[in-house]
C-alpha cells in the first residue's frame, strides 16, 4: 500500500524540523504513527522509522555542519546553559524556544554597545584578539604565556610580522592608555619589563618566512633593556636570513642609530627593531629621544653611522619636534641614511605625502618590517634610495 500524501508529509517534517530538540522527533512519531495505521504490516511504519532516523543522523552530523558551520555564533557550552536555564523558566515550551532565544541575545549583544558583554558570554569567538591577549599579558606581568602565545603564531609567520601585527599593536594599545592616564607607573614599569623579556625569549626565532624556511637559524643574543638604557645587539657572525631579504656580509664601518620617538614606549619598541636588524647582520643600537636634543645631539656617539632610523610607535598629524628632530640629524649626520618609521592613523595615503613634503627624510615605512628591509638593502650605499622619500 503507497504512503498518504508523502509531500504533504514531508513539508510537515522538514517545517517540525525548524523547532528545536523534539520537531523532528514529533513528525516521526506522527508518520509513524500513520504508516501503522494504514498498512495491515508492520514493515511500513518500520520502514518510515528508519528513515527519519537516517536522514536526521545525516542531516544533523554531516551535511548541515560542513554547509552552515558555525554560522550562528553561539558556542556549546552557551546552548546547554541557555537549554537548562529556559527550560528551568518556562519548562518543555522553554526548551523548544531556548535556542532561538539565546540567538536573539547573541545578535543584540553583536549590534548594541551596552550589551556587547552577551557577545562575550554567549559567543563562539574569543574574547580577545590577539593583540589584546598580548597586551593583557604584558598588564598582568606574564611573560612566559607572551612568549608561548608567540611561538604559536611564530609557525606561519616571520619574527618581523609577529611584531608588526600583535606586538607593536598591543604597544600602542599601551601608549594611549599610559597618556590618557589608564596605566599606572607600576603598570608601565611591568609592561616594559615583560615586553623586555618577550623579546629576550624571542631571540632564538629566525626573521624567516616559515613556510619557505623551516630550519632555524643560529642567532646572537639581544640582552634586555630597561627604560632609559641604551641597547646594543652582537649578532652571530654567521647569521644568514631569507625572511626579507638577504642583506650583505656585515660591514664594521656600517652601523644603525636608531632614534626613539617621544611616546612613553617608544624606547622599548626600539629594542625591537635593533633586535631585527641584528638578525639581519647590522650593527645597531637605540638611544633616547633626549639623546638627539638640540643640546646633546653634538656629543652624540655617530662613529661609523651610515643609517639613522627614528622610531615613533603613535603619532598625529606633522609635528614640528619631528621636523627639527630630521634637521638635527641631517645636519649631524649629512651622508647618513634616515629612515622614519611611523604608525599613523586614517589616509595612510594623504598622510605619506604631506609628511614627505613636510620632512624630507629618505624612507618612511609603516611597519617594522619595511624599516628592516630599506636598512638591508642599502647596507653599505647610504644613497640606495636616492635621497627621494617613498612609503
Known sequence: MAYPAPVLWGILAALLRLVPYVGIWISAILATALAAAVSPEWSM???????????????????????????????????????????????????????????????????????????????????????????????????????????????????????????????????????????TPVQLARIETTVNDLIEGLDGFADVDPATDAAAGNWGTLAPAAAGQKVSCQPAPNASSRGIEAPPVRRADNQVLCIAGRGPLDELASAILVQLLGKHDLDCRVVNHDAASRGRIDGLDVTAVTIVCIFYLGIDGIPSHLRYLLRRVRQRLPDALI?????????????????????????????????????????????????EPKL
Open 45 to 183: 511504519a518500520i520502514w518510515s522509522m528508519v528513515l527519519f532516523l537516517t536522514v536526521e543522523l545525516l542531516a544533523g552530523q554531516a551535511v548541515e555542519p560542513l554547509l552552515y558551520g558555525h554560522s550562528t555564533g553561539l558556542s556549546p557550552f552557551s546552548v546547554v546553559v541557555a537549554a537548562i536555564f529556559w527550560s528551568w523558566i518556562w519548562g518543555p515550551i522553554g526548551l523548544i524556544l531556548s535556542t532561538p532565544l539565546t540567538l536573539c541575545l547573541l545578535v543584540l549583544g553583536r549590534h548594541v554597545t551596552r550589551l556587547e558583554f552577551l557577545d562575550v558570554l554567549l559567543g563562539d569567538q574569543p574574547a580577545l584578539t590577539p593583540v589584546e591577549n598580548f597586551y593583557q599579558r604584558a598588564l598582568a606581568g606574564d611573560p612566559d604565556d607572551a612568549v608561548e602565545q608567540a611561538g604559536i603564531l611564530l609557525r606561519d609567520r616571520p619574527l618581523s610580522s609577529y611584531y608588526d601585527e600583535i606586538v607593536l599593536k598591543g604597544l600602542q594599545l599601551a601608549a594611549d592608555d599610559v597618556l590618557r592616564g589608564g596605566v
Open 339 to 387: 629612515v622614519v618609521g611611523l604608525w599613523p592613523a586614517g589616509d595612510t595615503d594623504q598622510w605619506s605625502k604631506d609628511l614627505r613634503s613636510a620632512i624630507g627624510a629618505d624612507h618612511y615605512a609603516t611597519s617594522v618590517r619595511d624599516m628592516v628591509n630599506a636598512c638591508s638593502v642599502s647596507t653599505g650605499t647610504a644613497s640606495a634610495f636616492g635621497r
